[in-house]
């Protein structure tokens, strides 16, 4: 980060992270939504009635509202940015929430650097990223491994990547091996 109001505030590696989220954001909105079970819970309460073994007609599946608080929390996170930032962006009547966060996202998007321009933004680009990274915590996704510059010993193809467990994989033939193992991470 630098003070001087012409400079960006954000390096280049971070506004490329940066894009990403706000680019991946709409998607994990989506998938927080689809993560949840199907239907009321008198409606679940039914389904198990008749569907489940007697030992677990009692219990319905789990609501998992956790899913739900942190897809909302999303879409508050980058509508406070958006407000700060880019409040022509905001619709003047209510709208839902899904649509908002894809309008907000597709925004910023578009010109990442102008909305990450004092550090009020950055702490809110910050929050952005915080919520993306519980988002994909509570989906069980990985981070996407970092890709290596060297080609594969076996398909000479550069097609490695490397996961958050040091594995080093080839995306050409599947070829892995520990990270240990390689002098070019």
Not at 32 to 37: I, R, S, T, Y
Not at 56 to 68: E, I, K, M, T, V
């Given at each position: 980060?630098?003070?001087?109001?012409?400079?960006?505030?954000?390096?280049?590696?971070?506004?490329?992270?940066?894009?990403?989220?706000?680019?991946?954001?709409?998607?994990?909105?989506?998938?927080?939504?689809?993560?949840?079970?199907?239907?009321?819970?008198?409606?679940?309460?039914e389904w198990a009635a008749t569907h489940l073994?007697?030992?677990?007609?009692?219990?319905?599946?789990?609501?998992?509202?956790?899913?739900?608080?942190?897809?909302?929390?999303?879409?508050?996170?980058?509508?406070?940015?958006?407000?700060?930032?880019?409040?022509?962006?905001?619709?003047?009547?209510?709208?839902?929430?899904?649509?908002?966060?894809?309008?907000?996202?597709?925004?910023?998007?578009?010109?990442?650097?102008?909305?990450?321009?004092?550090?009020?933004?950055?702490?809110?680009?910050?929050?952005?990223?915080?919520?993306?990274?519980?988002?994909?915590?509570?989906?069980?996704?990985?981070?996407?491994?970092?890709?290596?510059?060297?080609?594969?010993?076996?398909?000479?193809?550069?097609?490695?990547?490397?996961?958050?467990?040091?594995?080093?994989?080839?995306?050409?033939?599947?070829?892995?091996?520990?990270?240990?193992?390689?002098?070019?991470?």
């Open positions: 980060m630098t003070d001087s109001s012409t400079t960006p505030h954000a390096c280049s590696v971070c506004l490329y992270r940066l894009h990403q989220t706000v680019t991946r954001l709409p998607y994990l909105y989506v998938q927080l939504h689809l993560a949840l079970p199907h239907g009321t819970p008198r409606r679940r309460i073994p007697w030992t677990a007609r009692d219990r319905p599946p789990p609501l998992r509202l956790s899913l739900l608080a942190h897809a909302e929390h999303c879409v508050t996170v980058l509508r406070t940015w958006a407000e700060h930032a880019a409040p022509d962006t905001l619709p003047d009547a209510a709208v839902r929430p899904g649509h908002l966060l894809q309008t907000i996202c597709r925004t910023l998007a578009g010109n990442l650097p102008a909305y990450v321009a004092t550090t009020t933004d950055g702490q809110h680009a910050g929050a952005t990223w915080t919520a993306y990274t519980r988002a994909r915590q509570l989906l069980d996704h990985d981070e996407p491994a970092h890709r290596l510059k060297t080609p594969c010993p076996f398909c000479s193809l550069r097609a490695l990547s490397i996961s958050s467990d040091d594995t080093i994989t080839c995306r050409s033939c599947r070829v892995t091996w520990p990270a240990q193992n390689n002098s070019d991470t």
